[in-house]
């Protein structure tokens, strides 16, 4: 018997239906990966298993009985955790507070801190990280180790089964190691792990089994290791896909922008390249390494020192955090798209509906982007629908410098060809492109030069055919400070 | 992305804890001393005296901000404050005039305060208006019912100890101060105590700091809404009835943008409006700097407008100076 069984389970917002009947099995102790593209139902699924919504049909067993949360408390009572990609902590309480907040340890509502810095220790220390302080403010640690506090808190609570959603989104490489051995641990006692990932790569080092959802349905399931990437990737998009292949180099033009010696304490101390029009630079290195403090320099976000010369029209920033920075949520796609250029369909300050409707739909139909229609609010869409959004706007400012900070991170396979192809498209219009990435594969597939950053400086831009992956970590983690 | 997110281990130190209460307490010795040099008799405007009128008029203000710091921890904010400090002194003052015992008037008022409260929480939790709409409904409600029990005029309470609540000069000089504004201390202590060590405290940080991590760690999120807003009335019924003592009678028509004055001490003591922070001690230093500002300028000769100018410039240079403060902080520790 499996430990948790969902069968033939819909779900319906409004118009479109999330989820259209879903059968999948996961058993105890093992780790289970779902994947599929973003806006195939894997985090309504999800979210029905942790309580925060409810099926319209279908049941779910846990244990051979039936399951139906009406909340998170009562999914939790149930012994089922869900990490979200956006992590779920507290930051202004201490780590302790958070591992064991809702299920504080009391005597007569007073609270036993000395307990719960030792509950909260001893947890830390089963996963090796005792050097995290339990009295620390939890918003002062890193993306990683706020994690390990999330799943302290699931383990603390008893979970049988755990579901992560997109944990390594935000992670580097080191971490992702870390958190896979913290995963394994929570495997090796019998606690079912459900994990949504985008990479496949990933999903077959820690998963065993899987299960593909695609548009709302379960396509197929079984062990990993008996299914190829291409058979998975097929499942997922239901249509062959072209893999990233390197792209052809173009005949780069003239200078677009300079920069010398650009340094913003403490993060970025020094970066000098330069980047032509038609030319396509990429940016590798660490989390944490700089990069992202590079394009926030370039484009005036933060205060930097050095030279910066713009031989060209208009910058365009794409900011790796969608959500927090990239989009404004609760407006339609038509005012995301045209919000860096309002000018070009307002007349005396006033906006032309139509036209502002009419130029976002011919930037949606360019991006591809999945929507009832421009006057939709971004907020309703799928995450790579968003991204879409979010790189649409800087096809409508149509400046001729481009930094993109992450373009295609935590988007699902299909969003990230349109994204790549439309990269490819501008870079061939002559516009010059700068783009940031923790993805190996993306830069060699898309960049004519990448430049590595290591600990604040810059190393010189390339041409990719001199680079492999090794000398880019080679240079990214190698050497001294 | 990591910008605002020190590397791991670089917790903040356990020490920065307490600059939330020291920045507040330099502003107000920067007051206390100011206004000794400006006043050139540091010795009137240090007297016991003096002292003693300030603290007594900083009761009412600081009494609510004790109630209106859990709210502002917890990522709310409560408007109806002067409503209820009118609503509250009235109902003490009626149920007096009735031949109430003191006590049990005095209990009456401070219930009322707590009952608005509940009404608060209710309408923001079930009816899922905004804190901000559903109090300032609160604050033409409550102010309403002031008027209709006092049948909109002043209510005349007969003379009882309640009257000795507040008074500048205490009737027993070894108490030094008036006996309110010593229940005034013991309550900030009982909260600053509360909010630090109990679940329930605990909780306000925990909500205000992320709604949504708490709920999804099955934490009755609405329910202990409904709690802060409750206790919180509490505490603005027991400055209503201060209010009374003060002025020895229940007037219907008083406090008038007291809310503001509370929620500008919960500011200025480090609270913040975003949730996550704030601290009852602050929030009592808040409400003392803005008593020793009114005082000063009145001992200045000042108009009232240039008071008024002042005190609205302090609470924007306070948080002004504390975001700056967090800022140069989340940096070091960068």
């Known amino acids: 018997m499996p430990l948790l069984h969902v069968q033939s389970v819909t779900k319906r917002f409004g118009a479109t239906m999330a989820l259209d009947g879903v059968d999948f099995q996961v058993d105890a102790g093992g780790v289970h990966a779902l994947i599929g593209e973003n806006g195939a139902g894997k985090s309504t699924l999800l979210n029905i298993l942790s309580g925060l919504i409810r099926q319209d049909s279908g049941s779910i067993l846990l244990h051979g009985s039936s399951y139906a949360p009406r909340n998170p408390a009562e999914a939790r009572r149930a012994g089922i955790a869900h990490i979200h990609q956006e992590l779920a902590i507290a930051p202004h309480l201490s780590v302790a507070e958070n591992i064991l907040l809702g299920a504080e340890p009391s005597a007569f509502g007073r609270l036993r801190r000395g307990v719960m810095h030792a509950r909260a220790e001893a947890l830390l220390r089963e996963f090796g990280r005792e050097e995290i302080d339990p009295g620390a403010r939890t918003g002062a640690l890193s993306l990683a180790d706020q994690q390990v506090v999330e799943i302290c808190r699931a383990l603390a609570f008893d979970a049988r089964i755990i579901l992560m959603d997109e944990p390594t989104s935000s992670l580097q490489r080191a971490d992702v190691e870390r958190l896979f051995g913290v995963i394994r641990q929570v495997r090796d006692r019998g606690i079912a792990v459900v994990y949504i990932s985008h990479f496949l790569e990933e999903v077959r080092e820690i998963a065993a089994r899987y299960t593909v959802l695609r548009d709302g349905r379960s396509i197929g399931s079984g062990a990993l290791e008996e299914a190829g990437d291409e058979r998975l990737i097929s499942m997922m998009v239901g249509r062959p896909i072209e893999t990233a292949a390197a792209r052809e180099p173009s005949a780069p033009g003239e200078v677009a922008l300079e920069v010398h010696q650009l340094a913003a304490p403490p993060r970025l101390r020094s970066a000098t390249f330069t980047v032509r029009r038609g030319e396509i630079l990429g940016i590798a290195g660490l989390i944490g390494s700089g990069r992202s403090e590079l394009i926030r320099a370039l484009y005036g976000l933060i205060p930097s020192t050095g030279g910066i010369a713009l031989h060209g029209r208009g910058l365009g920033y794409l900011s790796e955090d969608r959500k927090g920075e990239g989009l404004a949520l609760q407006l339609s796609i038509a005012d995301n798209v045209t919000m860096s250029r309002f000018s070009s369909c307002a007349r005396g300050g006033w906006i032309d509906r139509h036209l502002q409707a009419r130029q976002a739909a011919a930037v949606m139909e360019r991006v591809r982007v999945k929507a009832p229609g421009p006057r939709t609010i971004v907020q309703r869409l799928s995450g790579g629908n968003q991204q879409k959004v979010a790189f649409g706007r800087l096809l409508h400012q149509d400046a001729d410098v481009l930094l993109l900070d992450e373009p295609a991170r935590g988007i699902d396979i299909g969003s990230k060809s349109d994204i790549y192809r439309e990269i490819a498209e501008l870079a061939a219009q002559g516009k010059a492109i700068v783009i940031v990435s923790s993805y190996l594969p993306e830069l060699f597939a898309i960049c004519d030069r990448i430049a590595v950053m290591r600990r604040g400086v810059l190393s010189a831009a390339r041409p990719v055919r001199e680079w492999t992956p090794d000398s880019i970590m080679q240079t990214a983690i190698g050497g001294a400070a | ?334």
């Open chain 2, 1 to 334: 992305m990591s910008s605002v997110i020190p590397e791991r281990g670089a917790a903040q130190p356990r020490g920065a804890r307490w600059i939330n209460v020291f920045a507040p307490a330099l502003g107000l010795l920067g007051v206390v001393v100011l206004f000794a040099i400006l006043t050139g008799a540091p010795e009137r405007y240090l007297s016991a005296t003096n002292l003693r009128v300030v603290l007594a008029q900083t009761v009412i203000v600081a009494l609510g901000a004790i109630g209106m710091t859990m709210v502002i921890i917890s990522g709310g904010i409560d408007l109806s404050v002067g409503s209820v400090i009118a609503l509250a002194s009235v109902v003490t003052a009626v149920l007096l005039r009735l031949g109430w015992a003191p006590f049990a008037a005095v209990l009456a008022g401070i219930v009322a305060g707590g009952i608005v409260g509940v009404v608060n929480g209710l309408a923001i939790t079930k009816l899922k208006v905004v804190p901000f709409i559903a109090t300032l409904g609160m604050l033409g409600i409550a102010r309403g019912f002031a008027k209709y029990f006092a049948n909109q005029q002043t209510v005349n309470a007969p003379a009882t100890w309640i009257n000795e609540l507040a008074v500048t000069f205490p009737a027993h000089a070894w108490m030094l101060v008036a006996p309110g504004v010593w229940l005034t201390v013991v309550l900030a202590a009982f909260m600053t105590l509360v909010l630090r060590n109990t679940v329930f405290g605990r909780r306000i940080f925990a909500i205000g700091s992320n709604e949504a991590a708490a709920r999804a760690c099955g934490i009755d999120t609405d329910r202990l809404k409904i709690w802060i807003y409750s206790a919180a009335g509490l505490f603005f019924g027991l400055a209503g009835v201060t209010q009374m003592s003060r002025l020895r009678q229940g007037d219907p028509t008083v406090a008038v943008g007291v809310e503001l004055d509370v929620i500008a001490a919960v500011v200025i003591g480090g609270g913040s409006l975003n949730g996550g922070e704030g601290s009852v001690p602050g929030a009592m230093i808040g409400a003392l700097i803005m008593s020793l500002l009114r005082n000063g300028c009145q001992q200045m000769g000042w108009p009232n407008y240039v008071q008024e100018i002042i005190i609205g410039a302090i609470i924007v240079v306070a948080v002004a100076a504390d975001r700056h403060r967090a800022a140069r902080a989340a940096e070091r520790t960068a």
